[in-house]
């Protein structure tokens, strides 16, 4: 498993930004996945989560952080060995570096769960 996140940058309070993680693995489409994000002097938290589903189709179990429910959704192409994060309603606080990660199992938010990271990608909201 190695993961490639993307997709960060600098965008305005109320505008929109997607999120993608890519795995160069085969076994991608058997891996819940999950977002984090760690913001400057605070400690990584919880995001997304996502399971891998039927192995299949796009579909799956997800859960959010109580901050982001509502403005962020998590969705996967497990023909593509992406896994998306579109975040929308962007607000300052939601400024933090993003990372990616992979688990076995079901989805998770609990970062020692997580095995497989990725390098994480930066985003920053303006106000």
């Known amino acids: 498993v190695q993961l490639q996140a993307s997709g960060g940058g600098l965008v305005q309070a109320g505008g929109s930004l997607r999120l993608s993680c890519a795995d160069s693995?085969?076994?991608?489409?058997?891996?819940?996945m999950g977002w984090f994000r760690q913001a400057p002097g605070r400690e990584r938290e919880f995001v997304a989560t996502?399971?891998?589903?039927?192995?299949?189709?796009?579909?799956?179990?997800?859960y959010y952080a109580d901050s982001v429910k509502g403005r962020f959704t998590i969705s996967r192409d497990n023909g593509r060995n992406t896994v998306y994060l579109q975040m929308n309603s962007l607000k300052p606080e939601d400024t933090a570096v993003y990372f990616c990660?992979?688990?076995?199992?079901?989805?998770?938010?609990?970062?020692?769960?997580?095995?497989?990271w990725g390098q994480g990608t930066q985003v920053t909201v303006s106000s």
């Open positions: 996502m399971s891998w589903g039927d192995g299949v189709s796009v579909y799956g179990t997800t």
């Open positions: 693995g085969r076994t991608f489409s058997r891996l819940a």
């Open positions: 990660a992979a688990k076995t199992g079901g989805p998770g938010s609990r970062l020692n769960e997580y095995a497989y």
